[in-house]
């Protein structure tokens, strides 16, 4: 928890706070916005306050759960689910989908997986089940798919018969194209109408171009897919009622816009909010609470500085677009979100931890806690049986399972 001094200045307002790479503070910020959720009726919060919270190098560690190897011998795993019958899939990013039973990993992988360009970040990422799966045996995976010159992320489905994929159809791919292996995003959630959230990254760092422009700048264009979160129906297809649908210029598949590279998505099953975590440069890195139709900055409004040095830019809020929740700088580089027992649950690759975030009943930020895992936090998800799962980032990467002691 935090102390009682610190919860005293955190209800200050109109205070804005600087962040640098390398400083010792990050912040929580309340949002701001007026845009409606059409699928809702919701406002986003409408408060522009700001207030400094401890540094992520000063954040307690959580000393209330236990780690449990479950089982390693895993390549740079990506993502996992649960399938039905209690066995797991886990994508590992070389480009192979492994099965997991009863704790034990299968030496065959699946096959029918497309083929991937695993370079840098990229290769074989999300993996996730059609919400009426035990019906129809729909499985979705993200992927990069090109050259280092020209290569973009895409979604698939196909069926599983336990043992394989077939009917293996591409359903999207991210436009448009762009070089090199940086910044794919690929995080998938569904939602209660099951359709389907999609991440997407801003195509990479300077100097990388697209159509000469960095590409960074992808983000703010409403023509583009890069820097998005995009809403599709399960088979790809564009729902009919998404913010900007109806908006001439913009690509009808976006819900959200302003992001860098998203690593972190998931749904809370109480209230239906969508939360994300997303990489900063150099600092800067985000939670944000994401709404439809929502402008959440990047590159225009970040605490992020250039990997050369330098600010990327000098504001830090803007009306209409959305302050982050919390900023951690220096980066913890987050990767994988989950809901548990009402808390967040924040995966970092630098930080090699979980961040344990309480919140209140109105999605509010009250403490954050670090669990130290002492490797690379690729992946956290919750198990249908309602325990708390971590899969590690390195060519022996581990799948962990963590309980609370008390």
Known sequence: MFSPSYLSKRFLSGIAF???AGASIALIAVGCSSAQNPLNGSSAIGSESTYEVPSSQDVPQARNFQKTTVLEGLENPWSMTWLPDGAMLITERPGR???VRNGVLDPTPITGVPEVFAVSQGGL???SLH????ENRFVYLSYSHGTE???????ARARFDGKALTDLQVIFEA????????HFGSRIVWLPDNTMLFAIGDGGNPPLKINGE?????????DSQLGKIVRLNDDGSIPKDNPFVTSKNANPAI????????QGLTIDPESKRIWSTEHGSRGGDELNLIQAGENYGWPVVTYSREYSGGEISQERSRPGMVDPKVVWTPAIAPSGLAFYNGDLFAGGLVSQDVRHIELDGQGKIISEKSIDIGQRVRDVKVAPDGKLYVITDQSNGQLIRLEPTL
């Open 18 to 20: 600087t962040c640098f």
């Open 97 to 99: 989908l492994r099965i």
């Open 125 to 127: 990422m999300e993996v």
């Open 131 to 134: 919400p009426n799966f035990a």
């Open 149 to 155: 010159q020209a290569n973009r992320t895409r979604v």
């Open 175 to 182: 436009s448009p194209s762009k070089p090199g292996g940086q």
């Open 214 to 222: 960095l590409p960074r700048e992808q983000a703010q264009k409403l």
């Open 255 to 262: 819900w959200s816009y302003g992001h860098r590279n998203i």
